[in-house]
């Protein structure tokens, strides 16, 4: 008995099958919710709002880099999905298709953003950019602030397609397949944008590496 | 497996997607400046790992709702729920007010350039209406379109002209924002064409040149190809002339913009 038991255990995580129900029954929702959505009701989309801006906020933030950025992104995101909202099939996954609406909302306003700062560089006040030398900070802190900057500005650097394609795969854990389909490109567009965007990222990131 | 991996298997294989796992698994546990190399790449992907973001309350799903209320066509969401989702006075939201914006824009900028420019007819019998919207206020608006489109272009070319090197590059986005591109700059083209500026003509007409041979290229380009549109790029300093072209534009819209100003002051 205790022998079935043990086995029991072995074969079966109770925390994994716990979130694939989770998630099962979070898809269940919001197909539900669209459905009545689509129908007038008011409450059902703002289940949708409340349940996806967090992650919708995660996401935006991680391709653009900027808070406020991506508070209007949320914003936009939402409005867009509302007004398509009769476009979603219903086989779809929600989350995905919202996912795919806040990065296109994203990617106008990178490649927008991208053009003004070309055209305005030289009014560009940089300063401020680099690592606060002078301050009360420890070196630990200075060295995670100096990884930050990094990051970000590694991020900053890719192109957008390269940018959505890493932050699907690395942070969402989107696979290639999913990534092709979120930003309407081909797999093999999708994968050489992420291997692309790795290079780009170890390129900028090597001299921290290399201390490690 | 004899040879090294290469980074693109070890990009795969980490991300869990090589369909060849045991070979890769293997391979790095025997060839050592492999291990080595695919450490160094996961020190790299932890770090961006790392990368925090600002966290949101857990209220903030309902933050977001009651900005986006107000913002909500309150026809379509029915108001029936529990006097939470309020109907507005217009029946129309916001949005549907900024897209009619956007599209009584464009037709001001069509009717403006196409009553600018389009030969007279032989014999006018067109008796002109009121006019609500006055020459200063329609320049604006076309000198405004006519910015945002030299500053599209550029993004285009940009886009390319950074494009990385080395390898195939998917150029499916820039193709579709060229072929919009592509659009409107004939029309401008044309308009320049009547009002009798040839020098605006002659940059319009090596940006359609260009656009038209980001459009019709293959979405995944060869590092030769997109060295070529580089090069051409380059060369015409295209993207220098756009950005010129665009910042006199914006300054004339200044210009008009206080001229409208001060009128109505």
New interface residues.
Partial sequence: MILLSCLLLFCFDPTESGDLRLNMSMEENDIAAVARAREGDGEAFRLLVERHSRSIFRLAYRLTGSEQDSEDLVQETFMRAFRKLNSFEQRANFGTWLYRIAVNCSMDLIRKRRIHEQLHEEDADCGGAGAPHNGPNSDGRIYQIEVQQRVRSALKDLSPLERAAFVLRHFEGMSIEEIGDALGVRSSAAKHSIFRAVRKMRRALEPIVSQI | MTNHLT??QM??YY?G?SGEEPLVENHLASCGPCRSEYQ??Q???A????????E?SAD??????R??QS???AR????D??N??RPRTLDVGR?TLWAWGGVFATLVVAAFLLGRYWQQPQAPVVVEEARPVSPQAREQVLLSAMADHL??S??VL??IA???AG??V?I??SQS?ASEALKANRIYKQAAARNGEPGLVSVLDDLELILLDIVHSP??VSSAQIDEMRLRIQAQEILFKL?VL?SHVRERQKDVARELSRRSS
Avoid: C, K
């Fill in positions: 980074d693109e990009i795969l991300y997607e160094n790449l020190r790299s992907l770090l961006v790992t790392a990368h925090s973001v600002p949101r903030y799903g309902s933050q977001v709702w900005q986006l913002q909500l066509d379509r969401l029915s108001s729920v529990n939470e989702f949005w500053e599209e550029q993004l940009m886009e950074h494009a990385p390898g195939e998917d499916a986005a924002m979405s995944t950005r665009a």
